[in-house]
């Protein structure tokens, strides 16, 4: 990331200028822009894997291709390793290919419910698809940020019978439990997590999802890394999943996208 390099991958805004090729969107429209930037021709955007697309990101140093061994779809305001695409906390931002990358907002929706369709919303629906979320299953989560908020509201929405929410700051935890529809929260700065999954649902639960990432690493050569800046994704919570995970069952990770 060079000096000067603008952040932020959430956004929505007003159309104030429209490209020669652009054909549904006028100035004026309210959208919401996709955090994720999509050709919306390839082989991945034709099957709708639209972060997997595999001609807008660059990737000018190919740090990614050698940390995960493929390179995702460009991203606003994620380094070079997506793209190096300016981010959206800006007063004015240019969306490649808008007709792919953005989504016009009806005028019944505010700007705080649209705004989380630029990603939160999105990747946490995600997240159940990939996990296959059905009705009655019991669902494990890894996070409790605004994504693994969202991730254990949906699997409730989805008609999951138990969710069980993991996170180490205590009013993540009861938020999840007082808005998100968590009905068990787990706070891993005090708890054997395997141990209590395996006590609270015998047999393991039928869905792990994991929205927390390098985040809970516990390893000391982790936090060494993470001290001086070098950090790299850790395999801790991912060992948890499939550790817990009823047999035959799913787990679905935001770490380079797992999918078992
Ligand atoms: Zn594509």
């Given amino acids: ?53 595999d001609r807008t990101n660059s990737d ?8 995960y061994g493929h390179r995702l779809g460009g991203l606003f305001g994620y380094s070079k390793q997506l793209g190096g695409f300016d981010g959206c906390q800006a007063s004015h931002v240019r969306v490649p290919i808008a007709d792919v990358n953005l989504l016009k907002i009806p005028a019944s929706l505010p700007n705080e419910q649209a705004i989380c369709l630029a990603d939160i919303a999105c990747t946490a629906w995600h997240g159940n698809e990939l996990a296959n979320v059905q009705k009655d299953d019991t669902v494990v989560v890894w996070g409790c940020g605004p994504v693994g908020l969202l ?46 999954i395996q006590e609270l649902i015998p047999g393991g639960p039928d869905k792990c999802i994991d929205a927390s990432a390098f985040r809970y690493a516990r390893s000391l050569a982790h936090k060494a890394m993470r001290a001086v800046g070098l950090e790299t994704d850790t395999s801790e919570v991912v060992n948890e999943m499939i550790t817990v995970c009823r047999k035959g069952k799913d787990c679905s990770s935001f770490i380079g996208v797992l999918y078992l």
Avoid: W
């Avoid at 000067?4 to 919401?32: C, L, Q, T, W, Y």
């Fill in 1 to 53: 990331m060079d000096p000067g390099f603008i952040m932020g991958h959430e956004a929505i805004g007003i159309v104030d200028v429209v490209g020669p090729s652009v054909k549904n969107f006028r100035v004026g429209d309210r959208v919401v822009i996709s955090a994720v930037i999509s050709c919306g021709s390839c082989d991945y955007c034709q099957r709708k894997e639209m972060s997997l697309c």
């Fill in 151 to 196: 991730i254990a509201y949906f699997a409730k929405f989805r008609g999951a019978k138990l969710v069980v929410s993991i996170d180490e700051i205590p009013y993540r935890l009861q938020y999840a439990k007082e808005k998100a529809g968590a009905d068990i929260v787990i706070d891993r700065s005090n708890t054997d997590v395997v141990k209590k």
């Fill in 60 to 67: 000018p140093d190919g740090a990614q291709e050698k940390l």
